[in-house]
C-alpha cells in the first residue's frame, strides 16, 4: 500500500510543480531542486546513519518509499513553495502557501512513520517541523540567490550588446 | 554495523583532494563558454547524479558498496562527491566544444563512460570504493551511460527554454 500512495502522490506533485505558474526559470528551478535533493538525502543519511536519530526501513520495496520521498517529494514541494511564495502579493498569501506546503510535508512524514518506512529513536515530530521549515528557508534563500545571480548575469548579456 | 576499512590518511584520501584541486583549477584557467548559472548547473549535476547512486545503492537495504575508511559516513565521503561535479561539467563542455552530433553522442558516451570505468577502477584500487555481496565494476556501466544520457537530454532542455526566453 505504501508505495502506491507515494507514487500516486509523486504524481501528483509533479503535475502541480510542472503546471504552477513559475518565478524561476528551467536552469534556475532544476538547479534550487538539485540542491534541495542533495540536502534532503544528507539529512536523512547523517540522521540514520550518523546519528542514529531515526531508523530507515530495511524491507527493498518500502526504501523505495523513502527514494521518492526524499527525491521527489520533499523537493518538488519545496521548488512549488519557492515559486508561489516568490510570486505572491501579500502577507496572507504567502502564509497561505508556507502553511500548506508545511502541512503537505509534515503530512508526508506522519505517512512514512504509519507506513514504518522511518521509525524514530531519539527524534518527534516535532523535530521534525523544525527540518521542514529549515527546508523551506533554505529552498527561499537558495531561489533568491538564484534570482540575483541570474538578474546580475541578464545585465553583463546586456552590456556586452 | 559500521565496518571499518583503515584508519590513515592515504591514498584515497589524497585522491579526492588531488582531483578537486586539478579539476577546480581547469574549470578555472579554460575558456568560458557557459553562463555562471549554466555552469554550476552542469558541475551541480555531477555531484547530484553522484551523491544519488552512492546513497541509494551503497546503502542498506542494498549496500552494494563503500566509499572511503568505513561504512559510516564522513566529511571525506561529502568531498568525495563534490568530486564528481567537475566530471559533470566537463562532460558537458566538451560535448559543446565539439559540437556533438546525431550518431556520434554513441562513442563519446561510450568513451565518457569508458574514462568513467577507469576512475572507478583507480578509486577501487586506492580504497575510495570497498564492493560488497559481489558487486562487480561492470554493473557501473549502464548507470553511468543513463546518468551521461540524461545530462546530455538536460543540456538540450535548458538550451532550448534559455533559446526561448
Known amino acids: 500500500m505504501a508505495l502506491p500512495i507515494s507514487i500516486i502522490l509523486a504524481v501528483f506533485i509533479s503535475y502541480v510543480a510542472f ?4 518565478r524561476m526559470s528551467f536552469l534556475l528551478n532544476s538547479i534550487l531542486f538539485m ?40 523537493p518538488l514541494l519545496v521548488l512549488i513553495f519557492c515559486n508561489l511564495y516568490l510570486l505572491s502579493k501579500g502577507w496572507r498569501k504567502k502564509l497561505g502557501v508556507s502553511i500548506l506546503i508545511l502541512g503537505t510535508l509534515q503530512a508526508m512524514d506522519v505517512l512514512s ?14 523535530s521534525d517541523l523544525i527540518i521542514n521549515i529549515g527546508y523551506m528557508v533554505i529552498g527561499l534563500g537558495l531561489s533568491k540567490l538564484l534570482l540575483f545571480l541570474s538578474k546580475r548575469e541578464g545585465k553583463k548579456h546586456e552590456r556586452s550588446l | 554495523m559500521n565496518v571499518v576499512y583503515e584508519k590513515s590518511f592515504d591514498a584515497n584520501e589524497w585522491m579526492v583532494i588531488i582531483s578537486l584541486i586539478i579539476c577546480g583549477l581547469a ?3 579554460m575558456p568560458k563558454i557557459f553562463t555562471l548559472l549554466e555552469g554550476c548547473a552542469h558541475f551541480i549535476y555531477g555531484f547530484f547524479i553522484g551523491m544519488f547512486y552512492d546513497h541509494t545503492i551503497s546503502v542498506k537495504p542494498w549496500d552494494y558498496y ?3 575508511d568505513s561504512s559510516a559516513y564522513q566529511f571525506m565521503d561529502f568531498l568525495s562527491y563534490i568530486m564528481y561535479g567537475p566530471y559533470g561539467y566537463f562532460f558537458i563542455y566538451f560535448y559543446k566544444k565539439i559540437n556533438v552530433k546525431g550518431f556520434w553522442h554513441i562513442p563519446y ?53 534559455s533559446a526561448s526566453v
Not at chain 1, 512513520?113 to 516535532?126: A, Q, T
Not at chain 2, 570497498?130 to 558487486?135: A, F, I, L, P, R
Open chain 1, 113 to 126: 512513520i504509519y507506513f514504518k518506512v522511518e521509525k524514530f529513536l531519539k527524534w518527534n515530530i516535532l
Open chain 2, 27 to 29: 574549470i578555472w584557467l
Open chain 2, 66 to 68: 563503500d566509499v572511503n
Open chain 1, 35 to 74: 540542491l534541495m535533493v542533495v540536502a534532503t538525502r544528507n539529512y536523512i543519511t547523517i540522521m540514520s546513519l550518523q546519528l542514529k536519530n531515526i531508523e530507515t526501513t530495511k524491507d527493498q520495496f518500502l526504501f523505495l518509499f523513502l527514494l521518492i520521498h526524499r527525491e521527489i517529494i520533499i
Open chain 2, 109 to 161: 558516451v561510450i568513451i565518457w563512460s569508458t574514462f568513467s570505468l577507469l576512475m572507478e577502477w583507480m578509486g577501487h584500487k586506492l580504497g575510495l570504493f570497498h564492493y560488497e555481496k559481489g558487486y562487480k565494476m561492470h554493473w557501473s556501466i549502464p548507470i553511468y551511460l543513463l546518468a551521461q544520457t540524461i545530462q546530455i537530454i538536460y543540456y538540450h532542455i535548458i538550451k532550448s527554454t
Open chain 1, 19 to 22: 503546471f504552477i505558474k513559475k
